[in-house]
């Protein structure tokens, strides 16, 4: 699983873009204002997607609490006044 996990950011930034490329060709170059709102919301959106995809990725690398827990116990230390 963790194999892939790197390119998935990438890969889905790459496939949005694709889409909203797909979308921009078929809107009329008439039509100047909607080709650019629609050049603007896939750039915007594809940096999302980019950054929500690579903190879900770090989060799913992260250890896990009971890996990182010994023996369930917290020692707490106090200074001496």
Do not use: D, F, H
Not at 22 to 48: D, F, H, K
């Amino acid at each position: 699983m963790e194999t892939y996990l790197p390119v998935v950011a990438p890969v889905l930034t790459i496939l949005w873009a694709l889409i909203c490329l797909r979308i921009y060709t078929m809107i009329s170059s008439e039509n100047i204002v909607q080709r650019r709102l629609i050049a603007i919301g896939g750039a915007l959106g594809s940096a999302l997607i980019y950054l929500l995809a690579s903190n879900l990725v770090a989060i799913l690398q992260a250890p896990s609490a009971s890996e990182t827990q010994e023996e369930g116990r917290v020692r707490v230390q106090s200074k001496p006044l």
